[in-house]
């Protein structure tokens, strides 16, 4: 009986341990538009032109020369959105929306990983559609990025609820998981209402 006592009492001493190595990363809970937001998250422009992802921060400042774009934080205007790719909150909403004219920038959210870990991603994308709230017809490329891999991709339609994606990956220090949203044949109406979590293995 004691043998057995002592068999329950070290399993469940290891199962705590383990959960407490476990760590989330909530973009929804976490986000604040800064510039890194609870030490990982980034929004960024991807610049298919060159492949270029640019560090970027939506409504803090005013617009400085997009032409000269280098390896600094740009800043955006709150206006002008379908010439400049933005992602901001409404509530407890997150928001994204490619460029759909002019640069043709992807809206990207970057999290970068705070130390080597196994990591499990989750979330989902919906379209808003546009100022009306117009969604049908409406649609956008969401990916899920770890460098040049891809870990999830597909279409998101307006008027057909949450799309929802999942993924595992291994990842190093400093080593970065984007969810990337991008046109898909229309020009109009991509806000797309999304959130991303990050569950890590280890804190």
Request: glycine share 10%.
């Amino acid at each position: 009986m004691k043998k057995l006592i002592v068999l329950l009492f070290s399993f469940l001493c290891i199962a705590v341990s383990s959960n407490a190595y476990a760590e989330k990363f909530d973009a929804r809970k976490d986000y604040n538009c800064d510039l890194v937001s609870n030490g990982v998250w980034t929004f960024e422009g991807f610049r298919a032109s060159d492949g270029a992802y640019l560090s970027m921060i939506f409504g803090h400042a005013p617009i400085k020369e997009i032409s000269k774009y280098g390896v600094e934080a740009h800043y955006l205007p709150d206006g002008d959105q379908e010439a400049h790719p933005f992602i901001t909150r409404m509530a407890d909403d997150m928001m994204a929306s490619p460029a759909t004219q002019g640069r043709k920038f992807d809206s990207v959210l970057t999290w970068t990983a705070p130390y080597s870990c196994g990591v499990e991603i989750k979330g989902f994308a919906r379209i808003m559609g546009n100022i009306k709230g117009e969604s049908t017809g409406k649609k956008v490329k969401a990916s899920l990025l770890q460098g040049g891999k891809v870990l999830w991709s597909g279409d998101v339609a307006g008027g057909q609820g949450d799309t929802e994606f999942s993924a595992k990956a291994s990842v190093k220090k400093d080593e970065k998981i984007r969810f990337q949203v991008a046109c898909a044949g229309d020009t109009a109406g991509d806000v797309t209402v999304f959130n991303v979590v990050v569950d890590t293995d280890k804190n």
